[in-house]
């Protein structure tokens, strides 16, 4: 799998972009089909502080499909880990329907 990673208005640094490739190899668990992904990092300006102003959003690529889940949370590890977690949910379901087709 090949991934592609773009952080928007800032520079990420390269202990973010391993953790998240380390993250996205996860997923080859649950399919081999996986062609590519993009990662996308952006900041918020949000007034809310609760909710934290850090997004990332996973779009994978799977034969006659994209799968895509964006989170937004106080750091990039924890909204990793979540789109990670919705993207993992995604590719079970996407196998299943693959199957039964």
Do not use: W
């Amino acid at each position: 799998m090949v991934a592609t990673i773009q952080s928007i208005d800032f520079d990420a640094a390269s202990t973010l972009t391993t953790y998240i490739e380390s993250k996205l190899q996860k997923l080859e668990q649950f399919s081999a089909q996986i062609h590519d992904a993009q990662v996308y990092l952006k900041l918020e300006k949000n007034k809310n502080k609760d909710v934290g102003n850090k997004v990332v959003e996973i779009k994978v690529m799977v034969p006659q499909n994209t799968l895509i889940a964006s989170f937004q949370a106080k750091s990039f590890e924890e909204a990793t880990n979540a789109c990670v977690e919705q993207l993992s949910r995604q590719l079970v379901r996407y196998k299943e329907k693959q199957r039964s087709a």
